[in-house]
């Protein structure tokens, strides 16, 4: 059941997973206006360095460089394309080496999809909707997303359970062409949607029982809260943009090439 | 049955709605191997055409929206920037609840839904291309033609599939 591994519930529990998640959020966007605001090799490389601390702390490498692996396809994919566009067509600037300038574009692409993944690994789905709840979004999408999520490995068991016996009463998935194979998942499609209903409607027996909609105002048992590391992640985040503005402004920074040379 | 309030008996429908199609697209085996590595996923979409079509418009749109915060937050997904993250995400397939407009015409409503998905994914590739291809290149040729191709694909699996269930009477069970 190797499948739906990755959507099992699993608690984790480090300095990262406990930090705010807007505060999470805030740290990406800093990062993500860092990461826009400079095409240069140097700061990106740095950028793409910061975050692999927070990484070790969170110990989500296994999961950091499964992404990384999905990303560095599409990453050479634009060096590659950006380099023969600017080596043969000459659309590069001036300032860079024809090299340089799609090592930037790639690098900043890199960054920019660990830097949101990063935010995803180490936020729990309940934390994120605590937090969308807490920003005010309507308690009815919070509650359909934590327990949609919730749902998953549920589902997915039966799912599994489904096409077992259906195989076993002879019906053959991988077999025949196209419009076959399409409607060879007729069989499974149907008992699952008609589960899938059954479950609803336990589920709306579920929250009638317990008087779902009867308050106007919700309280919550957790209640997300600003901690001092939060307040820190803030500090840097903040620091990162007043030196990323300062280095814009007044220092020329040094192409790769300038200091290999 | 009638006891259960029907907008609780919604919302309900609609998370499981979800649920199903995070199991149909990650979770159950494709329908197609393409030989490059491709695959035509086992018809995620059907889900959700089927609650818009069954509930309407806005209970569509919605759980439309909620199943791309879903998907944006399980492993495997490819966020760069804001703009692009909405785009993808939930605007792509809150369209496929667009399908509730046609109510009376599924395959039609299939149609629709699939392409006001193909229009979010089409802008989002723009968008992306314009940052990171090349100046002189074509980012809208590209972007219809990678979104387009898939997308045609999936919608003739979306429309066989939906077909044979509104015949079967499957979208006025348990009402």
Redesign the interface.
Known sequence: MS??E??RFRHVSSPIHRLDPRVKFFYV?VI?GVA?AFLEVLPLILLFLIQIPFVLVASVQR?WI??LK??SFLAIL?FV??FA??YF?G?YPSSMSPWEYPLA?SLR?LV??ES??IF??T?S?DH?SLALEQSHVPY??C???T???R??P???EE?QTI?DAQKARGLE??KGN??K???N??P???P???S??????E???A??SRA??ATEKRTNLYVLKMRSADYTLIAISIGMVIISIYVRLFITIPSLTMLLT | ?S???S???M??????????T???K????P??QLPQGGSVS??GM??LL?FALRRGLRPGL??G???G??H???????????IQ?LLDYPIAFAALGLAGMFRKYPLAGVGVGIFGRFLAHFASGVWFFSQ??????HPVVYSAIYNGSFLFVEF??SA??IY??VK?R?LE??L
């Open positions: 499948v739906f990755g959507f966007l993500f826009i999961e499964r992404s999905g990303a634009i394309v950006n566009f600017g067509g659309f574009m692409f920019l999809v949101f993944s995803f690994l936020t789905p994120l009815e999408f509650f359909a997303f327990t949609a999520v749902f998953v549920v589902l997915a799912a096409m998935l991988e196209f419009i194979r399409v409607r998942y007729i499974i499609l149907i699952l949607i008609v899938a209903i059954r479950r609803s409607l589920l709306a027996e929250m009638e779902w909609g | 049955m006891k259960i309030a907008d609780t008996k919302l309900a429908e609609g998370t499981v709605i979800i649920a199903l995070v199991i149909l990650d979770v159950l085996p329908i197609y086992a018809a059907v889900p089927w919605e759980a929206t909620v199943y915060l879903v944006m937050a399980l492993p495997g997904s490819y966020i760069v920037d804001p993250a990171y291809a090349p100046a002189g290149t003739i699996v066989i599939l044979i269930v079967r499957l069970i348990y």
